[in-house]
């Protein structure tokens, strides 16, 4: 069995990778997602799809890489898929990020690299000397006269996998002071944002991106017969981030620039989702993307009691920031052990709402 050619594998490791980060020390609880959550980040939303990914899963569970955890009273559906912690190793063999052997450590300390790997040589690298000597070799060629690619065509020219990139995207070779994607001539180019326009009352106004696509549906709803926001964007989880570059796109077709609100699920990644697209508009010269406070006020009081456990690691204090007033309850829910599904601000209630403070 190859996770690597498991979409929903390949999506939970990404998600990982995040969440872990780069820390050596062993974590105190296993990684874990909402099944329906994953899915919907992962883009796996038509019946054939989901049925495939549904037996991938268990296929993956029955040979120990994940555990299932059943929704209640419905054992025959998923509820949430859980990474367990002593197979986190195995995960990052089968991903190629295992910690080098001691031959492959000393290789890359007496490698002639290139002056942007220099860095590898004192740095604890999880990556194998021949993906590292790939790399070399590209950044050892004449690449100034190369033009700027899409990431997943320079990783196939430079490791003969057109994802390899993406997945190294994410570790500690990437940082300010190490290499950069316009090192490799390469971008993100993210999925193009689908997006629905407000009436014509609403051209002036701001525009709101949604997480998930059953509130997006929802709001695309109540914007037709309120004419709250000029467009509502479908985020679609993490994509939201590298699609927030066709914001500029969207501002053409609204006739120009406008706030950005946003609305998601009250979790650790939920909140990082519109922070980190926040940081990729502002460089590059767009919106910065701000809370919809109205929205995530009512799902603080509408989720008051009802909270489903949170069972990732605790995120830092400072990740609630960017909610402004409404930081606090959303620590104190994360204390608890708690997060709250936007889908509670649905449109049983939402058609009864008045068009104050919105």
């Known amino acids: 069995m190859n996770p690597t050619r498991m979409a929903i594998a390949c999506e939970l490791f990404a998600q990982w990778r995040v969440a872990r980060g780069d820390r050596l020390e062993p974590a105190s609880r296993p990684f874990t997602r909402d099944w329906e959550h994953l899915l919907e980040t992962a883009g796996i939303v038509s019946a054939t799809d989901r049925s495939d990914t549904e037996r991938d899963a268990r296929a993956l569970a029955a040979e120990g890489w994940v555990q299932l955890k059943p929704v209640r009273y419905r054992p025959h559906l998923i509820h949430r898929i859980v990474l367990p912690l002593d197979q986190e190793s195995r995960w990052?063999?089968?991903?190629?990020?295992?910690?080098?052997?001691?031959?492959?450590?000393?290789?890359i300390r007496?490698?002639?690299?290139?002056?942007?790997?220099?860095?590898?040589?004192?740095?604890?690298?999880?990556?194998?000397?021949?993906?590292?000597?790939?790399?070399?070799?590209?950044?050892?060629?004449?690449?100034?006269?190369?033009?700027?690619?899409?990431?997943k065509e320079r990783s196939l020219r430079i490791f003969?996998?057109?994802?390899?990139?993406?997945?190294?995207?994410s570790s500690s070779l990437f940082r300010p002071d190490r290499l950069s994607l316009a090192s490799l001539r390469?971008?993100?180019?993210?999925?193009?944002?689908?997006?629905?326009?407000?009436?014509?009352?609403?051209?002036?106004?701001?525009?709101?991106?949604?997480?998930?696509?059953?509130?997006w549906h929802s709001?695309?709803?109540w914007n037709v017969e309120r004419g709250l926001f000029s467009a509502v964007i479908y985020g679609c989880g993490n994509r939201f981030v590298d699609g927030i570059r066709y914001l500029a796109d969207l501002f053409g077709e609204l006739g120009g620039p406008r706030r950005v609100l946003y609305f998601g699920d009250l979790d650790p990644q939920g909140l990082l989702i519109p922070q980190e697209a926040s940081a990729r508009a502002r460089s590059a010269g767009l919106s910065a993307v701000e809370p919809h406070e109205w929205s995530y006020r009512q799902l603080?009081?509408?989720?008051?009691?009802?909270?489903?456990?949170?069972?990732?690691?605790?995120?830092?204090?400072?990740?609630?920031?960017?909610?402004?007033?409404?930081?606090?309850?959303a620590r104190e829910l994360f204390r608890s052990g708690k997060r709250l599904a936007q889908e509670h601000v649905g449109w049983e209630f939402l058609q009864h709402q008045d068009d104050k403070e919105k």
């Open 92 to 107: 990052q063999a089968a991903f190629g990020f295992a910690p080098p052997s001691d031959e492959e450590t000393r290789l």
């Open 110 to 151: 007496d490698f002639d690299w290139a002056p942007e790997l220099q860095f590898v040589r004192q740095s604890r690298i999880q990556i194998a000397f021949d993906e590292l000597r790939q790399l070399n070799g590209f950044l050892a060629s004449d690449r100034d006269a190369l033009p700027t690619v899409p990431i």
């Open 160 to 169: 003969g996998d057109e994802k390899r990139l993406d997945a190294l995207f």
């Open 186 to 215: 390469c971008e993100i180019v993210g999925e193009p944002l689908a997006w629905k326009r407000g009436s014509l009352e609403a051209a002036a106004r701001p525009i709101i991106a949604i997480e998930n696509a059953a509130t």
């Open 219 to 221: 709001y695309c709803r």
């Open 300 to 329: 603080l009081a509408l989720g008051a009691d009802r909270g489903q456990p949170w069972e990732g690691e605790p995120p830092a204090s400072t990740l609630c920031d960017w909610l402004g007033d409404l930081a606090e309850p």
